[in-house]
């Protein structure tokens, strides 16, 4: 019984102390589940990068091979449109090149669909007095054909839009509201046409006409796929319309979505990742500095200025969450230590009341000497009582001592990242902290913590598992762990001995995979001796 109420106290406290750096708040189950579907695919944006690369490299070959220069200007215009939201020096570079072949071959209408798409490059990278430039004084429209007029005015509603929502920006430009184009275009463009219904969309949005801007977003999105970067762009405003609307899940589900869209077609020019990263930075700190972490990273790399601006504006937020996960964790020390003050309490309320039967017993076995026989089983009951005691009081000890130490250290850990992480962002350095970040093994470092105290844990309470166990193995599958240590397999059943049978447990405890803990109890119950249906049975009777 004394065990069991220490080893809960010690439980008790050590989840307090986990909790001092663990996520803060909850999200609804479904963006947890979409969230960690998210996670699957940040993992994998390496991958879907070489595949983006494997693409783009196909395309170039085939242009170099290429001396026609109608086929080579298409093919290059091509290339610029798989680079528009992947590289900004890479697009602007093809397009200049396709103005230039386009005035080698002296055709107007290709140099101005060249010029104009440069232009649209320029404005949604935020390089707006370019794009001013560009757009508005080097375009003569008296030469565009009515297609081309159609993209030109597309673009310069889209650069209006862009515009007016980063006004933030340094540049200070006067150019017409998107209002001003939007009934033109939707004169002009086929009422079937994403386009059009884009356009509806967004005028229903600034209506404040909700639902109808709502189903006519839907239906934007069920003309595309996951596959089509178009489908990211549909989504976030489905994000935007909901956080009108009112609706925080609907919101942070889209932009999940969005999110997750950018990974797979390996874009680099988004928004959708940092506000999600935005979003949950007061319920899970750590991710959503991972997420801002490669945001930061696509957008140095994608080299326009738009979204490191806007990811700048997020550092502050990102201050403000270190304080408050600092306040949390004085807080959380501070209940620590109550806690370790009511099991120092507690111990000593033990040891009490094991000194007072011990002297009970004492005075018991002066009583009984008359009888020699009573006497001889006193002693034998005394003796076995005070090994007990002695070595409940050496448990006690050990695990007092080994606890405030753990905590101490772990205390001490905290505040001195903390305190560097906070210093790092006062001066600025949000690169340096990002990739300190980046390379942290605090988690590993933790739990490789975590395996040694199990081990130390469990073969003190049950020192001769090692060679019980290997009794119930055929001689050449027997183990031979490191001293004071366990292996793998050992572990396993070492939790098997302590009554969890559920490998999902387990896997969840060791920070195993599931398969991984399968495949170890298969490997051990086929080396068996014994019938292996019962191997779990007889491990659980091992030490009673």
């Given at each position: 019984m004394c065990t069991k109420v220490l080893v809960r106290l010690i439980c008790a406290a050590a989840l307090l102390s986990a909790a001092a750096c663990g996520p803060r708040g909850d999200l609804d189950h479904s963006t947890r589940k979409l969230l960690g579907e998210l996670d699957g695919y940040v993992a994998a944006r390496d991958v879907y990068t070489a595949r983006k690369m494997d693409q783009m490299d196909a395309l170039r070959k085939l242009c170099r091979t290429t001396e026609d220069p109608d086929h080579r200007y298409d093919l290059e215009m091509s290339i610029a449109e798989e680079y528009f939201a992947f590289s900004f020096d890479s697009t602007q570079a093809y397009l200049k090149h396709c103005q230039d072949l386009a005035l080698k071959m002296k055709d107007q209408e290709r140099y101005n669909r060249a010029s104009i798409e440069l232009g649209h490059l320029y404005a949604?990278?935020?390089?707006?007095?370019?794009?001013?430039?560009?757009?508005?004084?080097?375009?003569?429209?008296?030469?565009?054909?009515?297609?081309?007029?159609?993209?030109?005015?597309?673009?310069?509603?889209?650069?209006?839009?862009?515009?007016?929502?980063?006004?933030?920006?340094?540049?200070r430009l006067s150019i017409p509201p998107a209002a001003s184009f939007r009934q033109r275009l939707l004169d002009l463009l086929p009422k079937d046409s994403d386009r059009w219904r884009t356009l509806l969309r967004d005028r229903l949005t600034e209506e404040d006409r909700l639902a109808s801007a709502d189903s006519v977003a839907h239906l934007l999105l069920a003309g595309t796929t996951p596959e089509e970067h178009v489908y990211a762009i549909y989504a976030f405003h489905l994000s935007d319309i909901a956080e009108r609307d009112g609706r925080p899940t609907d919101r942070m589900a889209w932009l999940i979505r969005s999110a997750e869209c950018d990974m797979m077609n390996a874009v680099r020019d988004y928004a959708s990742l940092t506000m999600v990263a935005q979003n949950i930075l007061s319920y899970d700190v750590d991710r959503s500095f991972r997420y801002l972490r490669i945001a930061q990273e696509d957008a140095l790399a994608y080299n326009a200025k738009l979204r490191p601006w806007q990811i700048s504006r997020f550092l502050m937020e990102v201050e403000d969450a270190y304080s408050a996960r600092q306040s949390r964790s004085r807080l959380f020390s501070?209940?620590?230590?109550?806690?370790?003050?009511?099991?120092?309490?507690?111990?000593?309320?033990?040891?009490?009341?094991?000194?007072?039967?011990?002297?009970?017993?004492?005075?018991?076995?002066?009583?009984?000497?008359?009888?020699?026989?009573?006497?001889a089983a006193a002693n034998a009951e005394l003796n076995v009582l005070n090994k007990q005691i002695s070595k409940a009081d050496k448990v006690k000890e050990e695990y007092i001592v080994d606890f405030l130490q753990g905590l101490s250290e772990q205390v001490a850990l905290l505040r001195s990242e903390d305190n560097r992480f906070r210093n790092l962002l006062k001066q600025g350095k949000s690169?340096?902290?990002?990739?300190?970040?980046?390379?942290?093994?605090?988690?590993?470092?933790?739990?490789?913590?975590?395996?040694?105290?199990?081990d130390e844990t469990f073969l003190a309470l049950y020192p001769d598992f090692v060679e019980q166990f290997n009794a119930l193995l055929q001689e050449d599958a027997r183990i031979v762990p490191p001293k004071g240590r366990l292996t793998t397999e050992l572990r396993i059943f070492a939790l098997i001995r302590l009554g969890m049978d559920d490998s999902k447990k387990i896997a969840t405890m060791l920070d195993y995979s599931v398969s991984t803990i399968y495949n170890h109890k298969v490997a051990i119950k086929n080396a068996a001796l014994g019938d292996r249906s019962k191997f779990e049975e007889q491990v659980k009777m091992i030490g009673k």
């Open positions: 949604k990278a935020g390089n707006y007095l370019e794009a001013n430039s560009l757009l508005y004084g080097q375009i003569d429209t008296s030469a565009l054909s009515e297609a081309l007029m159609t993209d030109y005015l597309y673009y310069l509603y889209d650069f209006s839009m862009d515009l007016a929502g980063n006004s933030g920006m340094v540049e501070m209940v620590a230590a109550i806690l370790l003050a009511i099991m120092v309490l507690t111990l000593s309320v033990i040891t009490w009341f094991l000194v007072t039967r011990s002297r009970k017993l004492t005075r018991m076995r002066a009583l009984l000497e008359s009888n020699n026989a009573q006497l690169d340096q902290l990002f990739k300190e970040l980046a390379i942290s093994e605090r988690s590993e470092r933790a739990l490789e913590e975590f395996y040694r105290k199990f």
